[in-house]
Nanobody, 125 residues
Framework: QVQLVESGGGLVQAGGSLSLSCAASGRPVSSYAMGWFRQAPGKERGFVAATNWNGGSTYYADSVKGRFTISRDNAKNTVYLQMNSLKPEDTAVYYC??????????????????WGQGTQVTVSS
């Protein structure tokens, strides 16, 4: 079983940056795709970014493209999300997820098997 723990959330002013981390334990996630999703109050959980098993391919929601960067360090069993130029609409709980996805379905929550508890990101205007 894979356990995921997010960290790095907090309160930041618009235009600022935050770096999220997701540490995996229980088993190596080097063979898993890793994704970040977010959920704002009253909204469904939506895709933010994902990386394939070795970090060679990355995928982003249009709303964060050019501002957010996903990366992973399989030796540390950790995935990261660097968030720059933050906007108030980025305010949400951010969740890390792991799934055995090898093509195509990185954008959908149903394809991920393991989820973290989430970390709050609040961007003030």
């Amino acid at each position: 079983q894979v356990q995921l723990v997010e960290s790095g959330g907090g309160l930041v002013q618009a235009g600022g940056s935050l770096s999220l981390s997701c540490a995996a334990s229980g088993r190596p996630v080097s063979s898993y795709a890793m994704g970040w999703f977010r959920q704002a109050p009253g909204k469904e959980r939506g895709f933010v970014a994902a990386t394939n098993w070795n970090g060679g391919s990355t995928y982003y929601a249009d709303s964060v493209k050019g501002r957010f960067t996903i990366s992973r360090d399989n030796a540390k069993n950790t995935v990261y999300l660097q968030m720059n130029s933050l906007k108030p609409e980025d305010t949400a709980v951010y969740y890390c997820a792991a799934g055995r996805i090898y093509s195509g379905s990185y954008y959908y929550t149903d394809y991920y098997d393991h989820w973290g508890q989430g970390t709050q990101v609040t961007v003030s205007s």
